[in-house]
């Protein structure tokens, strides 16, 4: 997975959230951060040739460390970045990542850098003017606005200072003082005598009594959501790390889970990867819209699948296909972001939506499903991939599709094919059944399988008689042939 994302950022080519440099020059490498920082944000990699081949570094862990010295304390303010180690053809290089800043201008060496395409190049008087009004506008944001009436006494003193013990020992932030106001003061939590409704998100004991819609819901379906029993029905309460807390907890605890799949008459025992839930909740808690007293937050649990929904929204330009692809994100909350940063709970900027998946992957599960729609932004992680789906057409019984499947393929086929093969092309019948045709991405995308297994199923289907192929080659369809129609029927 590592492979495939580095891969893909360097076929992508440099661009303005791209750049590729062979070596490590600190003064070049300080003003494309800068310059991602007052643009759109950004990743650099450090050890590859402008062709994109990998040149790799000597002692990546010395160049890691310095770097991260040098960009806390060349660039100011203080960015959120990310700085990794990774592999590729055998070779070391290094990866930074780095947010859109929340406050611009930043400045390196008493300059503005910006990013135009693919050059970082000092700002213009113009881009400049543009960066000051973009901060202006961003102070009026809801997380910076003042919570009213939240006293000092209100926080929790102890998370604040486990907090700042994180920082340092995750080697994030310049901040030397481990003063309580000096830290919330350093990252804008603490504004002209008032703590910030950011602040009361993160460090407030009861931040429910301040922000009500903080509170998150979690239920647990036996079944449907139209049963009428509930196994749990719960309001969570707290800021969001007592949430999160609360939250990885239950998923922790989860253990092994089983559903019975009808098609294959058998049981299916599987586990949910508690990290790709942990990666779904830390995001939707920075991600999530806060600022209207209507929104909700809703943890949904099924016997073959986990529902986690909330009144957020993607940052502006980033699309539901990107989530599964290499992207760059701007946090909808990015004091909020930030502070969970520096505690460490996100490991890789912009990578988290891949992790997901390739957890999820990786655990033998379906591929998770995002939708956006405008009462918010949801995620679904599914159970098994080998669980069918539930046959929904009368006109085509499990044991009638079996019995003809089993009989034509070993009739057209001389060596054996087993079971799993069978019920897949079981499958792709239905698949035909229920929506009158198919084509090979809806193929590939349902059963998880490579476009040359899809069009080999499809062959060995067309061979004996099965389906029919109509329409062009890059647009046709599968349809059942009449020959199969009047055997199910």
């Not at 994030?172 to 008032?194: C, E, P, Q, W």
């Amino acid at each position: 997975m590592k492979n495939k994302f580095l891969q893909n950022l360097i076929k992508q080519g440099e661009n303005v959230q791209f750049e590729i440099k062979a070596s490590f020059r600190s003064n070049s490498i300080s003003s494309v951060i800068c310059s991602f920082l007052n643009t759109n944000g950004g990743t650099l990699l450090i050890g590859a040739n402008d062709n994109g081949d990998i040149i790799g570094l000597p002692n990546p862990d010395k160049y890691k460390t310095e770097i991260e010295h040098l960009l806390f304390t060349t660039i100011i303010p203080e960015p959120a970045f990310d700085v990794s180690i990774e592999e590729i053809q055998n070779k070391k290089v290094l990866l930074i990542k780095v947010w859109k800043g929340s406050k611009p201008p930043y400045i390196f060496n008493g300059s503005i850098y910006y990013r135009k395409n693919a050059i970082s190049r000092k700002a213009t008087s113009a881009e400049v003017s543009k960066l000051i009004e973009n901060r202006n506008k961003s102070e009026l944001h809801w997380e910076k606005q003042i919570t009213f009436n939240l006293k000092f006494d209100d926080l929790d003193k102890e998370l604040i200072s486990n907090t700042i013990d994180d920082m340092k020992r995750h080697n994030r932030g310049n901040l030397k003082s481990s003063d309580i106001m000096d830290f919330l003061t350093h990252y804008g939590l603490y504004v002209n005598g008032a703590f910030t409704n950011a602040c009361c998100i993160l460090f407030c004991k009861y931040p429910e009594r301040f922000i009500p819609q903080i509170r998150v819901r979690l239920t647990e379906y036996p079944e449907s959501k139209t049963s009428n029993i509930l196994n749990r029905d719960e309001i969570i309460e707290g800021n969001i790390f007592l949430i999160r807390n609360h939250l990885e907890k239950y998923f922790n605890n989860l253990g092994i889970r089983s559903v019975f799949d009808e098609n294959q008459w058998k049981r299916i025992d599987f586990k949910f990867p508690p990290k790709a839930l942990q990666e779904a909740i830390i995001n939707a808690l920075i991600h999530r819209n806060y600022s209207n007293y209507s929104s909700s937050f809703a943890v949904s649990i099924y016997p073959d699948k986990i529902e986690i929904s909330n009144s957020g929204h993607l940052p502006e330009g980033l699309k539901i296909s990107d989530l599964k692809k290499t992207h760059s994100t701007h946090p909808v909350n990015p004091d909020i972001a930030h502070i969970v940063f520096l505690r460490g709970l996100i490991d890789k900027l912009g990578r988290g939506t891949n992790k997901i998946v390739e957890l999820c992957k990786n655990n033998g599960l379906k591929e998770p499903k995002w939708i956006q729609n405008s009462s918010g932004i949801s995620i679904t992680i599914f159970g098994p991939k080998a669980l069918s789906k539930k046959i929904k057409a009368k006109i085509l019984s499990i044991e009638s599709v079996s019995d003809i499947v089993n009989d034509a393929v070993n009739d057209a086929v001389n060596d054996a094919v087993n079971d799993r093969i069978k019920l897949r092309y079981m499958t792709e019948i239905q698949m035909i059944v229920d929506n009158n045709s198919i084509d090979i991405s809806s193929i590939m995308e349902e059963l998880n399988i490579s476009r040359a297994q899809a069009q080999r199923d499809m062959k060995t289907l067309k061979i004996i008689g099965f389906v029919i192929f109509e329409g062009a080659p890059k647009t046709g369809a599968y349809y059942l042939t009449n020959k199969l129609k009047k055997i199910l029927t």
